[in-house]
């Protein structure tokens, strides 16, 4: 079944079927990324604009890559370089934005509900790349990517998240998604880090709380680690020591999973707080995987929100099946690809 796609502001709305057909979209985009030429011509004439009014370097790079490798041309906003420094508001900068006649908008920004409400002033799709601490719907298709590539399904697995729950838009994505997919979740880490409403906030999902990173890991297929911000780590609430000492994932830890746990972490990674560099660098992580698969999805959701619904043809990755010894230039519109 095909869906269509205005916007991407956020997974909680969208259903277990149309969160599967993103992932299937996203996953011939992953053999481009194997691909020794990679770039493909699918959005030449068009142009992606990234308004990131947060600080970012993954997520902006990882969009950039996506919309380079698709042939488009970029616009790059970033908050320390923006009118916004000079009191313009949000709105005025969009529009601003909107009247250089970009195809895609992509926003970050520091408060949640930002993506809505430009979504609903501008005609042009919107994806959210994360808003304050409400989600960040492509972290947590990559996430789920990741699941389903080395487990082979993402459905019906015993998920552990460990961390700052609270201030993060990665858990609530992941929680949104998982969730609708029978996985049955485990939130861990101080008190004041996983509140009450967590457990109401994905009503169809099986949700828990459990405050011993032990109990938490036991029997996990998939651990979700989560970045600690060091300037919320202070003495006597909860100190760095503290936080390693209580919840810190790290080998004699991981061990309490299954044997064949994997874990993530959607970076970037504070080492030695909240995970150990046995861990990340360790047989079980995905963290590069992650990376990888991020250009994959947004490659997918730049396709389907800017050119899905105009093009007819092959779908643009059958490029990667054609032979590699021609140059980038000569890669031709998907209209015209051959299967």
């Known amino acids: 079944m095909t869906h269509r796609f205005h916007d991407l502001l956020a997974l909680e709305s969208l259903s277990a079927d149309e969160l599967t057909f993103l992932l299937d979209q996203s ?11 990679k770039k493909l011509a699918t959005l030449r004439g068009k142009t992606v604009a990234l308004a990131f009014f947060e600080s970012s370097t993954r997520t902006r790079i ?18 320390e370089a923006s009118s916004l420094k000079k009191g313009e508001s949000l709105l005025d900068t969009v529009h601003t934005l909107n009247a250089m006649k970009p195809d895609c908008l992509v926003v970050r920004h520091a408060a949640s509900g930002a993506a809505d409400f430009v ?13 304050g601490t409400h989600e960040h719907p492509s972290q947590g298709l990559l996430d789920a990517l990741t699941i389903r590539d080395r487990k082979g399904k993402i459905n019906n697995w015993n998920v552990t998240i460990l961390g700052d729950i609270r201030h993060s838009r990665v858990a609530r994505s992941d929680i949104h998604l998982l969730g609708k997919f029978g996985c049955r979740l485990t939130l861990c880490g101080p008190a004041m880090w996983v509140p009450r409403e967590l457990e109401q906030i994905a009503p169809q999902a099986a949700i828990r709380r459990v405050f011993n990173v032990e109990e938490a890991l036991d029997g996990a297929d998939v651990v979700i680690v989560l970045r600690v911000q060091t300037e919320r780590l ?37 080492r030695g707080i909240e995970i150990s560099p046995e861990v990340a660098d360790g047989p ?41 010894n021609r140059r980038a230039a000569d890669v031709k519109d998907p209209s015209h690809a051959s299967r």
């Open 27 to 37: 996953k011939p985009f992953q053999e481009i990324q194997k691909h020794p030429l």
């Open 62 to 79: 990882s969009f950039g890559t996506a919309a380079s490798r698709l042939g488009a041309d970029i616009m790059n906003l970033q908050a």
């Open 119 to 131: 979504a609903r002033h501008l005609d042009i799709p919107v994806i959210n790349a994360g808003d």
């Open 234 to 270: 202070h003495e006597p609430a909860l100190s760095a020591s503290d936080y390693v000492l209580l919840y810190q994932l790290n080998g004699e830890r991981l061990r309490r999973a299954n044997r064949d746990a994997i874990v993530l972490h959607p970076g970037p990674m504070n």
């Open 284 to 324: 079980q992580s995905c963290v590069l995987e992650q990376v990888t698969n991020g250009i994959a999805v947004r490659m997918a959701l730049l396709f389907l929100l800017c050119a899905g619904h105009d093009e007819e043809g092959a779908h643009p990755s059958s490029e990667a099946q054609q032979p590699v």
